[in-house]
């Protein structure tokens, strides 16, 4: 069984920032864009950011400009930059690799989760 271990989450207040990282076995992490699902309750299910082997972006439009998604390939890490965090951002963020996640596929692989409250 594939595991994608998250860590990083927890309490911060409005307008804090957090760093969520994600380490993955190195035979998936090299063939795979790598990113980061969350889902509020009564939302649908959102891909926060993702980033491809060779270093592309994309943003869901809540995280542009607030979130920077980053990959260390030495270390087979993702990370996830979260800054100017709202309380509408508290949710469990999930680390997510796969082969066509940037082109809106279905994750082939899911992290446990980790959840982020922001709050007072």
């Known amino acids: 069984q594939v595991q994608l271990v998250e860590s990083g989450g927890g309490l911060v207040q409005p307008g804090g920032s957090l760093r969520l990282s994600c380490a993955a076995p190195g035979s998936i992490f090299s063939i795979s864009t790598m990113g980061w699902y969350r889902q509020t309750p009564g939302k649908q299910r959102e891909l926060v950011a993702a980033?491809?082997?060779?270093?592309?972006?994309k943003y869901a439009n809540s995280a542009k400009g607030r979130c920077t998604v980053s990959r260390d390939n030495a270390k087979n890490t993702v990370y996830l930059q979260m800054n100017s965090l709202k309380p509408e951002d508290t949710t469990v963020y999930y680390c997510?690799?796969?082969?066509?996640?940037?082109?809106?596929?279905?994750?082939?692989?899911w992290g446990q989760g980790t959840q982020v409250t922001v709050s007072l």
């Open positions: 980033i491809t082997r060779a270093g592309s972006t």
């Open positions: 997510v690799a796969g082969t066509s996640i940037f082109h809106s596929g279905n994750p082939d692989y």
